[in-house]
């Protein structure tokens, strides 16, 4: 399993983003999940969706704020991020796992790239 990360960028305090990520190769009945880690922080758990698309859990932190969600058709999960804040600002990842649910990066198995998001004040 290959995944590409996209839609990163530079965007003021407020605004919105959409980041998606493309999956190339059988992810059928895996738990899809978004991270991202700050300059001198630990990676941080953000969302995740199911394989399905019926299940989806959200971090405190982007509670209200981000939605992901699954084109199952596409093999491509999408985190829309609004009212976007400067602690926001990060490299955002994308990862897929066979278990269900899962919210620690330790148990997912393939990771994308990532893309960077900058959140201006």
């Known amino acids: 399993v290959q995944l590409q990360a996209s839609g990163g960028g530079l965007v003021q305090a407020g605004g919105s983003l959409r980041l998606s990520c493309a999956a190339s190769?059988?992810?059928?009945?895996?738990?899809m999940g978004w991270f991202r880690q700050a300059p001198g922080k630990e990676r941080e758990f953000v969302a995740t969706?199911?394989?399905?698309?019926?299940?989806?859990y959200n971090a405190d932190s982007v509670k209200g704020r981000f939605t992901i969600s699954r084109d199952s058709a596409k093999n491509t999960v999408y985190l829309q991020m609004n009212s976007l804040k400067p602690e926001d600002t990060a490299v955002y990842s994308c990862?897929?796992?066979?278990?269900?649910?899962?919210?620690?990066?330790?148990?997912?198995?393939?990771w994308g790239q990532g893309t960077l998001v900058t959140v201006s004040s």
């Open positions: 990862a897929v796992t066979p278990r269900v649910g899962p919210t620690k990066a330790s148990e997912y198995v393939y």
């Open positions: 190769g059988r992810t059928f009945g895996y738990t």
């Open positions: 969706i199911n394989w399905n698309g019926g299940t989806t």
